[in-house]
């Protein structure tokens, strides 16, 4: 039962446009989520979060959205840079979720190209 | 600052034998997790700890073993290993105040 998804294994992107990567979740008692980005040979990377109470959260050029209605989320990167290619997690957690565990998608792999 | 710091960072077995992963982090966080990462998946998680001496199954427990002495530290035991435990093992910590995880380095494993 796959709780969360990230149904693009892959994007790719000219440098300097805007990325869009999606993520779907199923379990409606999820109520924080986050985006994980990951670089190869290094851990996971805390990038930005998101409560169900706000349906928009903005750092710099990276900006989530929330839909609840839709269980779906999407994180925008504007503008891309060739250093923003890396593998990016969506992960979800809820407030009666033993031990705040994280339940993470597959992963896309974002290519920015210069 | 070293964070979470995993070790080693790689490492071959031979089915059956035993190990102990890592996982030490310096910034008395209570929650501890492990998680391992198949190509193409995601993170699943193994077992989790919300402080000393407390632990708890996460979804894929089977195979492994964990303990939780200290705070700082939180080992992974495999104790006959498996070709189907081959994957990237990684150590997260968070505060009790709330998410996210930071995650130290991973260890990457091969079963033979």
């Known amino acids: 039962d796959q709780q969360v998804k990230q149904n693009s294994p892959s994007l790719s992107v000219q440098e300097g446009r805007i990325s869009i990567l999606n993520c779907d979740y199923t379990n409606s008692m999820f109520d924080y989520f986050l985006w994980y980005k990951k670089y190869p040979a290094e851990g996971p990377t805390f990038l930005i979060s998101i409560s169900s109470i706000k349906d928009k959260n903005e750092d710099g050029r990276f900006t989530v959205f929330l839909n609840k209605s839709a269980k779906h989320l999407s994180l925008h990167i504007v503008p891309s840079q060739p250093g923003d290619s890396a593998v990016y997690f969506c992960a979800a957690s809820g407030w009666e979720t033993s031990g705040s565990r994280l339940t993470f998608g597959e992963g896309t792999q974002l290519t920015v190209n210069p | 600052n070293a964070g979470v710091t995993q070790t080693p960072k790689f490492r071959i077995l031979k089915i059956g034998q035993s190990m102990t992963l890592q996982c030490a982090q310096d910034m008395n966080h209570n929650y501890m997790y492990w998680y391992r990462q198949d190509p193409g998946m995601g993170l699943k998680l193994i077992y989790y700890?919300?402080?000393?001496?407390?632990?708890d199954k996460g979804e894929v427990p089977n195979g492994y073993n964990v303990s939780r002495s200290t705070t700082e530290d939180f080992p992974l035991r495999l104790e006959l290993a498996a070709p189907s435990q081959t994957s990237v093992y990684f150590c997260a910590s968070r505060s009790r105040g709330g998410q996210p995880q930071h995650f130290g380095d991973g260890t990457r494993l091969s079963i033979l």
């Open positions: 700890s919300v402080g000393a001496g407390i632990t």
